[in-house]
């Protein structure tokens, strides 16, 4: 029986479970209310702590004030998206280019529910949405009672486990309406604000203030994390070596020994390697029949295993992999192709990226090199290409080629007792770190927010980058102040990257104009303020701000749906 079968069940049992004591009325007497499976068990307990913490009410309305402002565009930024979403995908149907339905389609995914949602890992994904629920509920607590208005009870949310808090504003007081009044009512209170026996009211901005505190809340929450994570956190940081095991041949000793694929290899013998090339070079120095010790880690450990080098590799030129030819270079106009391999530069031989960027950076402008080209990797078929370089974008001294180059691959090795027991492979984890790294300096681009919305479940080539999970961990190694942490500080990243990343989204979706989102009541508020303005009726005015609100909603609400069901109704489900 899998995990997930027994969790489900274990599930199952709890909500039967809690039915029963609902509808037999137990959980009402401890005032714990049952919605679905989900519990509400409420407490006055900590009111007077959100008293003394909402006492600066100066700072408070400041930081709320600006939570109106990020709200109104935050709202316009999510409707935006959601207008654009629906342009392409109707544009695909008239040109049938639906893409197919995937992940990013099935319904599970809407929700940001650990262990549900399949991107979300469950570890940091319920720490992240603990974090972001108590931060949204309890500001609206404090702006509740900055503004005077009564804040009923506050506790936790509960489904099996706690899965984060909130706070219970009085709805009467904060909207002015209670729940179970009637539309006559409605519009009778909005012609007379005078009705008897009407408690304390919130005005419009006061209730904006106490709505837009909870995004403010996750938006300064999400900046604090983000912060630490690309900041401090990634800077202690660094590659272990970009050497990987990637296939070991199960019938060798290497297997037996205990080598797997996805191994980082830190150290040969005393030798530090730190790329395939480096193997290979190294192997290449020793005599056959010679014992070899590899330092290779898994996790947070490094191993040493012993090994026999059966024959030693040629020392060759390995080569670097071209993967894409620039359009108008000198590249393309002189017959280079994706997927070429240059073995040689005016007779150096090329046995890296690092080797390809140091010759570069010594040529110049108008310079003609000749390449020592190869099909592919091991083809003997070679030939010379003569290329004049031109000057480079940023630096006019020197020359300028037009390709993007990688690593040729993986490159078998002859550890064991007969040759290619094990595959080494370039895992690009210095690359990697750094593209992480600049991640902050894609916000001055509107697709640089897109790509930070969506990175954990897209990353940068649609691989996703849900943290620092046992595989990518062991290609770095803690740095300076973190080293004493060992595995401690990938822990920390993978947490400060979730509650970053959930904050930012939550208050981003809470953000847009639809009931029951914050958002929703903060456009009918200001909508309603404003028709009331042009009609000096307030009325009227509540009855097209309440029908635009509901209009957007519906709207939203199809837009959402549209885009999850619209590639199931193209291509079947």
């Not at 913490?53 to 998206?81: E, H, L, Q, Y």
């Not at 604090?224 to 019938?251: E, K, R």
């Not at 040529?363 to 190869?374: E, F, M, R, S």
């Amino acid at each position: 029986m899998s995990s997930t079968t027994i969790f489900l069940a274990i599930f199952l049992l709890y909500w039967i479970i809690v039915s029963n004591l609902s509808k037999r009325g137990i959980l009402d007497k401890y005032n714990i209310s049952a919605h679905g499976p989900l519990l509400m068990i409420r407490t006055e307990k900590g009111l007077n702590f959100i008293d003394k913490i909402a006492a600066p009410k100066k700072f408070w309305r400041f930081f709320a004030n600006i939570g109106i402002v990020m709200m109104f565009i935050g709202m316009a930024s999510m409707f935006a998206i959601i207008l654009l979403s629906d342009i392409i995908l109707l544009t695909s149907l008239g040109t049938e280019q639906v893409p197919e339905p995937g992940q990013l389609h099935e319904p599970r995914n809407i929700f940001l529910i650990p262990g549900v949602n399949e991107f979300i890992p469950i570890v940091w994904g319920l720490i992240a949405l603990i974090v972001t629920l108590i931060v949204h509920e309890f500001a609206h607590a404090i702006l509740s009672r900055v503004e005077d208005i009564k804040v009923k009870s506050m506790g936790l949310l509960v489904a099996l486990v706690p899965i984060g808090g909130f706070a219970e504003p009085d709805e009467e007081q904060l909207f002015g309406v209670k729940k179970d009044t009637n539309e006559d009512l409605k519009e009778d209170y909005y012609k007379n604000k005078n009705v008897s026996d009407e408690p304390k009211i919130a005005g419009r901005n006061q209730r904006a203030r106490i709505l837009s505190a909870g995004v403010m809340a996750n938006f300064v929450v999400a900046l604090i994390a983000l912060s630490l994570f690309f900041g401090p956190v990634l800077g202690a940081i660094g590659p272990a070596s970009n050497a990987m095991i990637v296939d070991v041949d199960p019938n060798s000793d290497a297997y037996d020994k205990q080598i797997r694929d996805e191994m980082i290899i830190t150290k040969l013998d005393d030798t530090s390697v730190k790329s395939a090339q480096d193997v290979l070079h190294y192997l290449s120095t020793l005599e056959k029949d010679t014992y070899v010790t590899i330092h290779a880690k898994s996790g947070t450990e490094i191993n040493q295993y012993e090994l026999l080098l059966e024959k030693p590799p040629e020392s060759e030129a390995l080569g670097i992999r071209i993967m894409e030819v620039m359009q108008n270079t000198p590249a393309s106009e002189s017959g280079l192709e994706e997927g070429m391999i240059i073995k040689e530069i005016d007779g150096n031989p090329i046995k890296s990226l690092e080797d390809f960027r140091i010759f570069m950076a010594e040529t110049h402008p108008n310079q003609v090199i000749t390449l020592k080209i190869a099909p592919e990797y091991d083809s003997d078929n070679y030939k010379d290409i003569e290329v004049e370089l031109d000057a480079h974008l940023d630096n006019e001294e020197q020359g300028y080629l037009g390709i993007v180059s990688g690593p040729i691959g993986e490159i078998p090795t002859s550890l064991g007792f007969t040759v290619g027991d094990i595959s080494v492979g370039y895992f690009a984890a210095d690359t990697y770190l750094e593209m992480l790294k600049d991640m902050p300096s894609m916000l001055t681009q509107i697709g640089g927010w897109l790509i930070i919305l969506g990175f954990p479940i897209v990353g940068f080539a649609g691989e996703g980058f849900p943290g620092f999970g046992s595989t990518l961990a062991q290609a770095y190694e803690p740095l300076g102040w973190a080293e004493p942490l060992g595995m401690g500080v990938f822990w920390i990243a993978n947490t400060l990257l979730w509650i970053g990343w959930l904050n930012f989204y939550v208050g981003l979706f809470n953000c847009l104009p639809a009931v029951p989102l914050d958002g929703g009541h903060v456009f009918r508020a200001y909508a309603h303020s404003f028709v009331a303005k042009l009609t000096g009726n307030e009325a009227k005015a509540n009855r097209i701000a309440s029908a635009t609100t509901a209009f957007l909603s519906l709207f939203i609400l199809a837009s959402i749906l549209f885009m999850i069901f619209g590639p199931y109704i193209v291509h079947g489900f």
